[in-house]
């Protein structure tokens, strides 16, 4: 080591020993000329070691601390010339290395400087870590924040990327889903403009792309150097390190979470660590979300479900119910054309029974559609229901008129209860507009409009035969009318009302005696009255006004238990049947004697 400096610095290295400050001369070209015993302990170099060396093997200058003042001080030292300050990496023998702030001072006598070094390493990661724990703090709070004002998946992803990209200082932030049915990702929410790399908003395949990577792998990924990265597989002008994380919730991998930046090796393990507990995090509250919007659904269908089941007991006319019930679908499920085809086993075809659309349809209300050839018909003879995601790949050849219609996707469920009924259908001007969710919501519904539609066409047939038992009731010309257990009058044929003079309204309730008395037979007792007890049928020939004569029969109406309900009273006028037997009976008497006399 050469000791040719003057007496100046070399008290200035002692006095720097003695506060253990390690402290380096050299001459204006950078040699080293001297140093003191602090500097050779912290380097790990002796004296000789550094004999012939220049401050570049040891200390690499980086830049100047902000605010740095390169003027002289008003109290420098004799000699002083000018002092300049740097951050700077120094480099000890084993090779290791340590932050440092160098202060160079200049002498003017001498033309020599006095490099001073200050061990910044430990206060570096004192400042890191609370730099980290800050920033740490800042992301919980704010996720925190969004988990607790929101329980929607698209605000609360949107949000999370927004956040992360501010607090982390990101030029990009994105998070892909596994779409559950096509196993591909999908981008949910993006921070930063997508251009050609992450965030792009294109589909990704598991596996291929770098995302695919980390939902494959199920672990994190840190690219330092995206340009440089054989697993980056995009090149996105300005985008040099990226960090991805798995989004997961009990173990399933749910997605991912990625951020990007333009500077290099930006991004820490520290980060990756912080991202980590986000991407857990953000999967349970997307679980959470997604859990929620189930129950909501769930408790839709149940709502709904009620309605129809009270729309149901209210009303029997099935165009009644189906209006409401359409009504009541629209609010869950989106539709163009809603249908209720009626299936007559007979003639094998359909009836359009009933139809809700503001479309221009030639399938109207009324009209009869095949069976075979249709989506309709496949869901009738299987008893499942058929969805038509695309009416342009339709293997039904008849459902293409649909196609002509502007129809692109169908739904159809069967109705059975006992027996197949018929066809529920929902069209969509859209492609793929009902999947398999839908049919959670539809399936349930056609089980209540089977019900109500069983009972819709019993209640029509029941009517129906009413309405002709009413008809032959009323035709037939002699007296017919029924009695309760109390003798009292349900209901009556017209031949007895025009005879009595009664209205449908008046008699009814009446007693049997009240009608012998309009009619002119005087009867004071119970004429039935053996039928009642004995519940077998009785017959008697009553008398009324003038010569006239009738023959009346009881019947009894037992029910199922053997119980008697209801009496029919059979009551015919033989008045002039009686008379032509008198006649008869003269004529024969008469002819008789005519034997006799001639005898």
């Not at 163009?336 to 139809?355: M, Q, V």
């Not at 002039?576 to 008789?592: F, G, H, T, V, Y």
Request: glycine share 6%; aromatic share 6%.
């Amino acid at each position: 080591m050469n000791k040719t400096a003057s007496k100046t610095p070399s008290l200035l290295l002692e006095t720097f020993d003695s506060i253990a400050i390690p402290v380096f001369l050299a001459d204006h070209e950078g040699n080293l000329i001297d140093c003191n015993e602090t500097a050779c302990d912290i380097l790990k170099y002796s004296a000789d070691d550094l004999a012939g060396r220049t401050l570049r093997d040891f200390i690499t200058l980086t830049k100047s601390p902000p605010g740095t003042n390169h003027a002289r001080p008003e109290h420098a030292p004799a000699g002083h010339k000018d002092t300049e300050h740097y951050e700077a990496s120094c480099r000890r023998k084993d090779g290791t290395a340590f932050a440092a702030k160098v202060a160079i001072i200049s002498f003017i006598e001498e033309n020599q400087k006095l490099v001073v070094i200050q061990n910044i390493s430990d206060r570096r990661k004192l400042q890191l870590k609370a730099s980290q724990r800050t920033k740490e703090l800042a992301i919980f709070n704010t996720f925190a924040k969004i988990l607790t004002t929101h329980v929607d998946t698209d605000r609360i992803t949107q949000e999370t990327v927004d956040a992360l990209a501010e607090i982390m200082t990101a030029d990009k932030s994105w998070i892909y889903l596994i779409d559950s049915e096509r196993g591909d990702l999908y981008l949910k929410a993006r921070h930063g403009s997508p251009g050609d790399g992450p965030a792009c908003g294109r589909r990704l395949t598991a596996g291929e792309s770098f995302e695919g990577k980390v939902v494959t792998s199920g672990r994190p990924l840190l690219v330092e150097n995206a340009p440089e990265d054989p697993r980056v597989s995009y090149r996105e002008k300005g985008i040099r390190s990226i960090a991805a994380v798995p989004i997961s919730s009990k173990g399933v991998i749910m997605g991912v979470l990625g951020l990007a930046s333009s500077r290099a090796s930006f991004f820490t393990a520290m980060d990756i660590q912080l991202l980590t507990t986000i991407g857990s995090q953000l999967g349970v509250a997307i679980e959470n979300s997604r859990l929620i919007g189930q129950l909501q659904e769930k408790m839709s269908q149940i709502e709904l479900i009620n309605e129809l089941s009270g729309i149901i007991n209210s009303s029997l006319s099935i165009g009644t119910i189906f209006r409401i019930m359409v009504s009541e679908i629209r609010r869950l499920i989106d539709y163009s054309r809603a249908s209720l085809l009626l299936y007559d086993e007979k003639k094998n075809n359909f009836l359009i029974f009933a139809l809700d659309t503001a479309m221009k349809t030639v399938m109207k209300k009324g009209v009869r559609a095949p069976v075979e050839g249709t989506s309709a018909g496949w869901a009738v003879r299987n008893n499942k229901p058929w969805i038509s995601r695309d009416l342009r790949e339709t293997t039904f050849p008849l459902d293409r008129k649909l196609l002509q219609e502007g129809i692109r996707s169908t739904v159809s469920i069967p109705l059975f209860h006992d027996r197949i009924l018929g066809v529920f259908n929902l069209d969509s001007t859209s492609p793929a507009k009902y999947s398999e969710k839908d049919l959670g919501i539809l399936v349930p519904v056609a089980k209540h409009i089977s019900i109500a539609l069983e009972n819709a066409l019993l209640f029509e047939e029941i009517s129906k035969e009413k309405k002709e038992w009413e008809k032959t009731f009323d035709a037939i010309t002699d007296m017919v009318w029924i009695e309760d257990g109390g003798q009292r009058i349900l209901r009556a044929n017209q031949t007895l009302l025009s005879l009595t003079g009664f209205s449908s309204i008046e008699i009814t309730g009446k007693q049997c005696w009240e009608l012998f008395e309009a009619i002119g037979i005087n009867h004071i007792e119970c004429i039935c009255e053996d039928t009642i007890r004995t519940k077998r049928p009785s017959f008697r020939e009553l008398k009324g006004a003038g010569r006239s004569t009738f023959h009346f029969w009881a019947y009894p109406l037992i029910d199922e238990e053997g119980q008697l309900y209801a009496v029919v009273h059979y009551l015919k006028d033989v008045t002039d049947q009686k008379q032509l037997e008198q006649q008869l009976i003269r004529s024969e008497k008469l002819a008789s004697l005519g034997t006799l006399v001639a005898g």
